[in-house]
């Protein structure tokens, strides 16, 4: 959210806040609302860290959610605690994976309703075996979402605690204590349909479906869970909406988020600290009872002298684009704006997941990049000003799998740019026209089509190795050293509100509640 550059209006809050993103404004917002008197630290010259929306392309009145896009781990309780100003839709229907079998064009619809949806796995697979092991297999998720999702803004509780209330040892074992490779390969026979259910285990997350570290189950797990259903919705406005109606709810409580400061150094004697920060015209110290950083664990070691974590690496590619018309499919019993209002599945096969994963992990491209695309415009047209909307642009967001950090050191303007023809090539298969005839141009008459790797978002965001996560998801219990609420540091008086805490990474805003809940539990 843009807005006029506030000044820390004392010296002395009861709590400072490093990092004006969506976590760092909720916990802001719910201190604010207890009348503590709280300041937000924000390096930019605006709030919404990775949750914004912007005009990428120059004089294309398209407002897009730049970096993350859809949401699920947002809890209602959040949004109905702070009068936010905030909606979702939810998409119809839920994906569409194309593929070609005996030399003919087909694919898999999964939504708009279960009649449908039966008729697509017949289509596909030729009878009703794959379509009831589906169900089955999300009756349980479900169930399981039901339980755990609740947890999340509540104090951490142990694993036999959660495990007592998943009260399913099949559920648990499958999710929590064997890799996910196993029940996706016993459950299913397609392999088209073992790829639809794998992608949530590896977004964001570069792991093989039998990874021993189970970081693909932990990833299954926060796919599953979201609202205590797993859906995916569209935010309405774009990601900013919520990060501008989080710091609008903060400011009204009586937050000072202050712009264009950046937060260098944090001591603290674990009752009283102080934040050196940096501004355009020099230095300031503020000094507060708690200071609650909104960035990484690396960025907290940083910030207080000690030894930073080994970062986590970042594995995906996020490409945006504004389309003067949606491209027609290969598989003409499926209208292309069904297809892509849900998650459109390219090369994400269960055996080309693997291939992917295997040539990625010899420091290869993946000769068949997977990737995943959907169109925020069909659910949510106000993004797009009037005239493109009447003149039938749609948007894209593509999210691609497999891709490390490591393998753009090299040449990370060169690598992307073939791995963006790569991506593409593969889209493109299952198209009746090329994408690149569909692509809108900016007022410079270029393409409206924009990729990012993991060293871009390192670079732009400050995310370590370019992890969307921060570090790698945790289980949604107390292990050892995680405290009550798990944003707990090893001062007393210094929590960790982002991503990177327990329960974190998502837009949830998880993170931002559970700390503030643990200064308020503070006397």
Partial sequence: MSAPEEAPAARSYDAVIVGGGHNGLVAAAYLARAGRSVLVLERLGHTG???????????????????????SLLPEKIVGDLGLRFAVRSRTISSYTPAERDGR?????????????????????????????????YDMTGRVA???????????????????????????????????????????????????????????????????????????????????TGAWDVPVGGMGALTDALASAARKAGAVIATGHEAVRVDTDGRTAEVTYRTADGEGVVAA???????????????????????????????????????????????PREAFSGT???????????????????????????????????????????????????????FGLHTPARLF????????EELLKLTLAQLDAHLAEPLADCLATDADGRPCIEAKTPLDLERELRLP????????????????????????????????????????????????????????ETP
Avoid at 49 to 71: E, I, K
Avoid at 355 to 363: E, F, L
Avoid at 409 to 416: A, F, L, T
């Fill in 344 to 398: 459109f599945h390219i090369a994400e096969g269960y055996d080309q997941l693997a291939a992917a994963h295997r040539q990625a992990s010899a420091g290869e491209l993946p000769a068949a990049p997977p990737s995943e695309i959907y169109c925020h415009s069909l659910t949510d047209p106000t993004i797009l000003g009037p005239d493109l909307v009447e003149q039938g642009h749609q948007t894209l967001t593509l």
């Fill in 289 to 335: 009872r708690h200071v609650l950083v909104n960035a990484s664990p690396q960025a907290l070691a940083a910030l207080t002298g000690e030894e930073s974590p080994d970062p986590a690496e970042g594995a995906q590619l996020k490409v945006n684009m504004l389309l003067k018309r949606l491209p027609r499919l290969r598989d003409s019993a499926v209208d």
């Fill in 49 to 71: 860290g990775a949750a914004v929306s912007t005009r990428p392309f120059a004089g294309v009145d398209a407002r897009l959610s730049r970096y993350s896009y859809l949401v």
């Fill in 105 to 137: 064009p087909t694919g898999l619809l999964v939504g708009g309703g279960e009649q449908r949806t039966r008729e697509a796995f017949a289509r596909l697979t030729g009878g009703e075996r794959e379509y009831v092991a589906w169900q089955r297999f």
């Fill in 465 to 520: 190795g370019g992890n969307i996560f921060h570090r790698e998801l945790s289980w949604p219990y107390a292990q050892e050293r995680t405290g009550r609420w798990g944003v707990e540091t090893g001062h007393a008086n210094v929590l960790l509100c982002g991503a990177g805490a327990v329960r974190g990474g998502g837009v949830s805003g998880v993170p931002g509640h559970n700390a503030a809940m643990a200064v308020l």
């Fill in 146 to 228: 039901r339980s755990v999702f609740p947890t999340l803004t509540q104090p951490l509780p142990t694993r036999e605690e959660l495990r007592r209330r998943v009260d399913d040892e099949e559920a648990w074992r499958t999710l929590f204590e064997e890799p996910i490779g196993v029940a996706v390969e016993d459950r299913f026979a397609d392999d088209l349909v073992r790829g639809v259910v794998l992608t949530d285990a590896l977004i964001g997350t570069f792991a093989d479906a039998h990874d021993p570290s189970l970081a693909q189950n932990r990833c299954f797990l926060y796919h599953v869970i979201g609202g205590g």
């Fill in 409 to 416: 050191e090299r040449d990370n303007d060169g690598v992307r």
